[in-house]
């Protein structure tokens, strides 16, 4: 079993900034993909970034290239989200997802077998 678990949303203003943490625990394999998705009301849960554990790939939802980084650091088994130039449109529940790779599908959320609880991100106007 893997345990996820977010950090770091918060309220920011548009044009601003904020970094987000997932701290992955029980990890059994040794190639994982893991994202970002989010979530706002009313809307289904949306891709926004994946990137292998090794760090080797990333994919970024066209909505958040150029503005949004995912990286993983090993030494704290721990996945982040550096969020830059925020827009209102961002506000969204923001979830980190995990399972081994396999395939391509990794930004259909059916793609992961482990979740986090989500974080809250607000930008204001």
């Known amino acids: 079993q893997v345990y996820l678990q977010e950090s770091g949303g918060g309220l920011v203003q548009a044009g601003g900034s904020l970094s987000l943490s997932c701290v992955a625990s029980?990890?059994?394999?040794?190639?994982?993909?893991l994202a970002w998705f989010r979530q706002a009301p009313g809307k289904e849960r949306e891709f926004v970034a994946a990137?292998?554990?090794?760090?080797?790939?990333?994919d970024y939802a066209d909505s958040v290239k150029g503005r949004f980084t995912i990286s993983s650091h090993k030494a704290n088994n721990t996945l982040y989200l550096q969020m830059n130039s925020l827009k209102p449109e961002d506000t969204a529940v923001y979830y980190c997802?995990?399972?081994?790779?396999?395939?391509?599908?990794?930004?259909?959320?059916?793609?992961?077998?482990?979740w986090g609880r989500g974080t809250q991100v607000t930008v204001s106007s």
């Open positions: 997802a995990a399972a081994p790779l396999h395939g391509t599908g990794y930004a259909d959320p059916g793609y992961y077998d482990y």
């Open positions: 029980g990890h059994p394999f040794s190639t994982y993909a």
């Open positions: 990137i292998s554990w090794s760090g080797g790939s990333t």
